[in-house]
Every structure is written in structure tokens, then in C-alpha cells.
């Protein structure tokens, strides 16, 4: 305020000198100092009336017509002013009707921008303003929560492995999630499947199911198509298959709301959601998360702020790392500061603000994905200062979520989870001195560079911020332009796509999945070549005579069928024969799946991408997410939850199920009449209504009346 009130002064003192018909002086002339002490008595009693007596005229004004309302505002500001300089000791203070409409204006203006930079990083200011915003100035009444169904805030810090969230704890660095700990939360790990990434793990969680993705990108032979999942036509389509494989509208699909997402999980209240992103009209809502966030000049300023401290920020840690000779390094330059700072501050705010926004807006169930340790991780490696920086501000997004819990309407619960961990690890390219394709060609015996070309980064949070931001400034994503670019020019020439440390290479010529021995016939040396590699773990083929095997570099080969924890995979951990045996039977599986190497001492892959930090295939913590729940649900495994550990995006996506049964009751089921339309919400007669098309919605997480036990009256008056 004290900061306030003396930039509020000085601009005074700017004005009066500018504006001949503005005066702080007596007609004798005054000191310097004297002048000083008016426009400090003249900005004073102008900020103490803009604080009580503007908001009693604004609502006094109410019934004006908003147009009016607006030009009358120019006139009662200026009015204050005129009696803000009246009421200054001796009456030096002057100033025309005209004159102080303008200095009003300006006065104004100043107060905000200053009060609002002064606040940037002060999250009670931040979380105050939010609570002005929806008219809930006081914490929620502890009676008030007997009767009030609880709703269910999912948080997923993205790329966040089990062993990072507790060493975090351990060390300080999310006070936060240690307090939850120490109250009773249960932290849980759970293993992802083979693809250990976003594109999988969401899916599987959000709508049940992620078959049919055997990795983040991929070649479909019977469409031609090339899917990334963090692209939004591939989205849309594994949203819609998801959707028809099981009946089910999503997790969400009542009374939900989806942040910062790749699938909308058959959330209504959707924003930053990839999969809305691809459509047009008005039911992509997707892009208003950022308007409705930066309509609002405090958040540009805070957010804005934040932004160039980041780049600031990415700028000094990748400068330091290079003269220290970190390694594993790679290159931290081009756009890549602005794209970290996109993922790590703008989307953070927005995503941050929505769920905010949700919870005082008492909605049941609100999932939001924040994905800056992922960013980082994936050039700074996941463990070291610069992803310790990223827990912690996330720690106080955590934070900030919660106390807004406290001024909900309702009570709410509030798990955080993540996708997947991600492993360190030296790029293939950098150990090796070539990257996959450039080993897959020469084991084709086609023509490979000799100057080797890096790959395309594959870090999700780069490509989701691009798409982001396209869809933000209304720029279409032309998927025609990404699919030439990572398709060979000949369809007799090998399709190689990275997924972290995942290879898949496929052969677009052959409309069926190869078999091992008509890749020997046309490629004799390839799948010893690959096999063999020593930055190779294994690799799965289909065979005409086994089935399909596992290839080991020790020359192991063994059957699908009969493969076990044991053999070549053991060194991957327990669920690896499981996660292969099941991509294995995928429709669009590729010809050939290549997992790199894993250093069981040092935690360490070879990413087939860019990347330092990476996550995608088998091998260290990328495969070991958590799951944090408070203590009022019931345990996600054993004592009458899940058998045994959690395994798979598919069983965490029913211990969701579960807790959200546990809060609002049974469930309709997917064959259930609709309800009767409420008057204004044409979409009330579908259960599950949501942005997805199609007649598939699934079942919903809300109180059922059930006729026999509830009076009928009470039924007709709801």
C-alpha cells in the first residue's frame, strides 16, 4: 500500500506539471516540499475513496445499462478526484471537470499496474484476488461439510517417478506433499505398461482404456496414418476408439472438468485439452482457458513476469552447465528457453487457475495435468538444481490448490498421481555415434549419412506446447506437413520411430505386420544387426514358426508365449514379460519393436531421441509412477481395493472409478434412459454429455434416485 500510494504521488506530481489545468499549488506558488505533501494527501484520499465509495456507486449503478454504466465510470472516477483535491489541506489541490476525468484515468491505471507487479510472486495476494473474483471472501464453514457430498481434485505432475517424489520429500523440497504424508496420505507406486508415456498412461487413466498404443508415435499400415499422441487429430481418434472399446464416456464424464490434458475423459468443462483442440466451432472451449486467464490484467502481469524470469532462468542453468562440462548434456538454445517457460509458467498458471476456478465452483470432479518437471527433465536429466527448482514451484502450486479447498462450497479431496517417471541416461546418438534409423538403414544395407544428423526432440511437453499455442492464436496444426517430414520418400524404405528409449520400425510397403523370417529374406543382417547392438536391451518380432520372440544381444531368442521375468528381461523388473506379451498382441503393433539398453547400477537408458531424461519403453524409473491418496479413500490396493500392485493405466483408471463411487454413490449405467432435460441445459438428457460426438457416454459419478426408496414428491420437485 505504502508502494502504492508514492508511485500514486509521483505520477500527481508528473501530471500537474504536463497539465496546465491541473494544479497541486497555491496561486502564490509552493515549495517543492509542500507540493509533495499535497499530491501525497490528494493520491491518499483518492485511494481511500476508490477503495469505499467506488464499489457502493458501481453497485448502486447496477440497473444502468452496461454501456452507460461504463462512461459514467469515467465521470465518477473523475468526481472522486475533484473531491480527493478538496479535501487536501488549504484547498491547493484544483483541477477542470475534463482534466480530472484524464487524471483520474491515468491515476487509475498506475495504482493497478503497480499494486499487480508488487504482487507477481505473492500467492496470498493471488489467491485473494481469486476469492474476491467468486464472491467467497471467507473459508468454508467446517458444518457445512457434514452433509455435502466431497469433490475430487486429480492433480498429475507429469514425468514425476515414484523415487523422485520421495527423495523431493526427503530433502525438502515439497513441504507440501511431506505434510500429507505425515497427516496419513498413502503414496503408492504403480507400474506403467510398455509405452511408459503421457500419450498411454492419460488415456488408459481418463477413459479406461489404452489399448492399441504401443508407443508415442507410431505407423498404421491400414490408414497410411502416422499417430503421435500429443498431436491433435491423433487425439481425437484415440479418444473415439477408447470411447467405443469400452462403452464409457471417460472418468469425468459427470459433472467434470479436464485442464491441461491430451483427452477430455468426457468432461463438459474442458480447457488446454488436446483432443478438443482439433475441432472448431462453438464447442471447442479448449483455447478459452487462456483467454478467460489473461482477460484479467493482474494474471498477464504476474504470469508475464514469471515468464521472462523462467527464460532468464534456463538461460543462466544451460550457460552454467556448459561451463562446468556437465554430462550427459545436450543442447539448451534455439526456442527451446521460451518453449520451457511456456510449459513451466503460462500453462502452470492457466491450468493452475482453472482448477482453482472448478473447485469454487463446487464441480465434482476436476482432472489437470501439469507438466513442467517433465520439460525440464528431459534436457536437464531428472535428477539435479534445475528439476529440484520445478518440485518446489510445484509444491506451491500444490499448496495454493489446497487452500482454495478450505473456500470451496463444497469439501474436497485432493490426489496427486503421475503418468510416469523418466530415466537418465546418455542419448543413443551421443554414446554411439549414430542415431536408430541411421542403424536401422545401414542393417538394411541402404545408404546412411556420414555426417549423422540429430533426431526430432520427442519431448511431449514441447510438441503439447507448440499445438498449444497454435490452437490458442486460432493457427490450425496441418498433420499432413508433420507426417511428410518423418515418412521415408520410397514406401519400400523402413518407417524408424523414437519414443524415448522405444524404437519402432515398420515397413509401409508390406500391408501386413512382418514376420521374422520374411525380414530375413529381404534384410538378412537387420535383426541381428539391431539385436546385437550393445545399446540394444532386446527387441520383439512377429515369426512364422514361434509366434513372435524376444531377440537378446547374447543371442537368447525366446518365444512370446513362454516369456518370463526371467531370461532377457530380467534385468527390466518384474511386469516386463507382461508389458510385452501385451503390446505384442496390438493390431498395429510395429514390425519391429526395439527397447535400448538398461544399466541396472546407474538407472541409465539411451533415449533414440534428444533427450537426457527420457521415458517411452522399459527400464529404470520411467516405469514406476505413484499415486497419493488422502486417507479417507479406501486403499488403492488390498484391504477390499485392488489385489496385489497396481499395474497399468487401466486398473489406476478404476481405483479412480472407485473413489469417485465412494463420494457421490452407484453409477448409471451406460443403457440407462436419459434424464429429462432441465430448462437451459439442453445437454441435461444425456448422461455424460460432453464434447465428445457420438451416442457413447458412460457411466456417471452422481447420486442415483432411486424411486423405490425416495419419496416421489421430493423427485418431482428436483
Not at 6 to 13: D, G, R
Not at 192 to 202: E, I, L, N
Not at 414 to 436: K, M, N, R, W
Not at 668 to 693: I, K, N, Q, T, Y
Amino acid at each position: 500500500m505504502i508502494a502504492v500510494w508514492a508511485v500514486s504521488t509521483l505520477t500527481l506530481l508528473l501530471l500537474a506539471g504536463l497539465l496546465p489545468d491541473f494544479q497541486l499549488q497555491s496561486p502564490d506558488g509552493d515549495s517543492l516540499t509542500r507540493t509533495a505533501i499535497t499530491a501525497a494527501w490528494a493520491a491518499g484520499a483518492f485511494g481511500l475513496l476508490g477503495a469505499l465509495v467506488w464499489p457502493l456507486l458501481v453497485r448502486a449503478l447496477l440497473l444502468v445499462p452496461a454501456l452507460v454504466l461504463g462512461l459514467l465510470g469515467f465521470f465518477i472516477n473523475g468526481s472522486l478526484l475533484l473531491v480527493a483535491l478538496w479535501v487536501t489541506p488549504d484547498g491547493r489541490g484544483a483541477a477542470d471537470p475534463e482534466t480530472a476525468v484524464v487524471v483520474a484515468a491515468v491515476m487509475s491505471a498506475v495504482a493497478s499496474a503497480t499494486s499487480t507487479g508488487l504482487a507477481v510472486r505473492d500467492d496470498d495476494a493471488y489467491r485473494r484476488r481469486l476469492y474476491r473474483l467468486t464472491g467467497r471472501t471467507r473459508p468454508r464453514d467446517p458444518g457445512d461439510a457434514t452433509e455435502a457430498v466431497p469433490g475430487t481434485v486429480f492433480l498429475q505432475l507429469d514425468g514425476v517417478g515414484h523415487r523422485v517424489l520421495r527423495d523431493a520429500v526427503a530433502d525438502g523440497l515439497m513441504p507440501t506433499v511431506a505434510a500429507w504424508l505425515e497427516a496419513g496420505h498413502r503414496l503408492t507406486p504403480w507400474r506403467t505398461d510398455w509405452s511408459s508415456q503421457t500419450g498411454a498412461s492419460q488415456l488408459g487413466i481418463l477413459h479406461g482404456s489404452n489399448e492399441d498404443v504401443p508407443a508415442f508415435r507410431w505407423y498404421e499400415k491400414d490408414t497410411g496414418r502416422l499417430m503421435v499422441s500429443n498431436r491433435p487429430a491423433s487425439a481425437v481418434e484415440l479418444q473415439r476408439r477408447a470411447v467405443r472399446r469400452t462403452g464409457d464416456g471417460g472418468l469425468l464424464t459427470f459433472d467434470g472438468a479436464s485442464r491441461g490434458n491430451l483427452f477430455s475423459g468426457g468432461a463438459e468443462q474442458v480447457a488446454l485439452v488436446l483432443s478438443v483442440a482439433a475441432r472448431r466451432g462453438r464447442r471447442n472451449r479448449s483455447r478459452a482457458g487462456y483467454f478467460a486467464y489473461f482477460s484479467d490484467p493482474a494474471n498477464a502481469v504476474r504470469t508475464a513476469g514469471s515468464f521472462v524470469t523462467e527464460c532468464v532462468r534456463e538461460a543462466c542453468q544451460s550457460t552454467r552447465a556448459r561451463l562446468h562440462r556437465e554430462t550427459p548434456r545436450i543442447s539448451r538454445g534455439g526456442t527451446y528457453p521460451f518453449v520451457r517457460a511456456f510449459a513451466t509458467v503460462v500453462e502452470r498458471d492457466v491450468v493452475v487457475a482453472a482448477v482453482m476456478g472448478d473447485m469454487l465452483a463446487g464441480r465434482t470432479a476436476v482432472y489437470a495435468d501439469l507438466v513442467a518437471y517433465d520439460e525440464v527433465a528431459h534436457h536437464s536429466g531428472p535428477h539435479g538444481r534445475d528439476t529440484d527448482q520445478v518440485l518446489r514451484r510445484l509444491d506451491r502450486a500444490i499448496a495454493l490448490i489446497a487452500d482454495v479447498a478450505e473456500h470451496a462450497p463444497r469439501p474436497y479431496r485432493i490426489v496427486l498421481l503421475s503418468d510416469h517417471g523418466q530415466s537418465p541416461g546418455d542419448t543413443f546418438e551421443a554414446v554411439y555415434g549414430l542415431t536408430l534409423k541411421d542403424l536401422v538403414r545401414a542393417g538394411c544395407g541402404l545408404p546412411v549419412p556420414r555426417r549423422v544428423r540429430r533426431t526430432r526432440s520427442g519431448s511431449e511437453a514441447r510438441d503439447a506446447a507448440r499445438d498449444a499455442l497454435r490452437g490458442a492464436l486460432h493457427r490450425p496444426v496441418d498433420e499432413r506437413d508433420e507426417t511428410a517430414r518423418e515418412l521415408p520418400a520410397k514406401p519400400s524404405e523402413p518407417v524408424v520411430l523414437a519414443s524415448g528409449n522405444l524404437g519402432l520400425v515398420s515397413f509401409p510397403d508390406v500391408p501386413h505386420r512382418m514376420t521374422r523370417e520374411e525380414i530375413d529374406r529381404r534384410h538378412p543382417a537387420l535383426l541381428r544387426t539391431l539385436a546385437h547392438h550393445p545399446g540394444v536391451g532386446f527387441v520383439l518380432v512377429a515369426s512364422a514358426e514361434h509366434g513372435s520372440v524376444v531377440l537378446a544381444g547374447d543371442g537368447t531368442e525366446v518365444p512370446v508365449a513362454e516369456l518370463t521375468d526371467d531370461g532377457p528381461l530380467a534385468v527390466f523388473g518384474p511386469g516386463a514379460a507382461r508389458a510385452v506379451r501385451r503390446t505384442d498382441g496390438f493390431p498395429h503393433v510395429a514390425d519391429i519393436m526395439v527397447n535400448s539398453m538398461y544399466d541396472p547400477g546407474t538407472g541409465a537408458v539411451h533415449a533414440f531421441e534428444e533427450q537426457i531424461g527420457s521415458h517411452g519403453g522399459l527400464g529404470g524409473e520411467q516405469s514406476e509412477p505413484f499415486l497419493l491418496s488422502p486417507p479417507d479413500l479406501s486403499p488403492p490396493v488390498g484391504e477390499d481395493g485392488e489385489d496385489g500392485e497396481l499395474i497399468g493405466a487401466e486398473q489406476v483408471h478404476r481405483v479412480l472409478r472407485r473413489w469417485l463411487r465412494e463420494a457421490s454413490g452407484p453409477q448409471v449405467p451406460v443403457d440407462a434412459p436419459a434424464v429429462p432435460a432441465l430448462p437451459g441445459r439442453p445437454e441435461a438428457g444425456r448422461p455424460g454429455g460432453g464434447p465428445m460426438d457420438g451416442t457413447l457416454h458412460g457411466p456417471v459419478h452422481g447420486p442415483v434416485h432411486d424411486p423405490v426408496h425416495e419419496p416421489v414428491a421430493r423427485d418431482e420437485k428436483r
